[in-house]
């Protein structure tokens, strides 16, 4: 998925970067408490995280890319049926 293939993670641009975890990311989504854990053991979650000792953590910039991937624009001009 084109969400993957961002930049690499360094010191430099991680340092700067924004992370939340499943409850809020779950918040953010509209999703219940327990379904980025259950996309994350499915493998069907759309972006990528980060283990973090025993936390996951995912980039909000990854998550608001891809958002930005699934936005639709409606067409414009169409008289209405």
């Known amino acids: 998925m084109p969400a993957n293939t961002t930049a690499p993670v360094t010191t430099d641009n991680l340092l700067d970067e924004r992370f939340i975890g499943d409850v809020e990311l779950a918040t953010l989504l509209g999703w219940s408490k327990t379904t980025p854990a259950a996309l994350r053991c499915r493998g069907r ?32 001009g169409n008289p209405a049926a």
């Open 45 to 76: 979650l759309p972006f990528r995280y980060f283990k973090i000792g025993s936390s996951i953590r995912y980039r909000v910039t990854d998550v608001t890319a891809h958002l930005n991937e699934c936005a639709v624009n409606p067409k414009r």
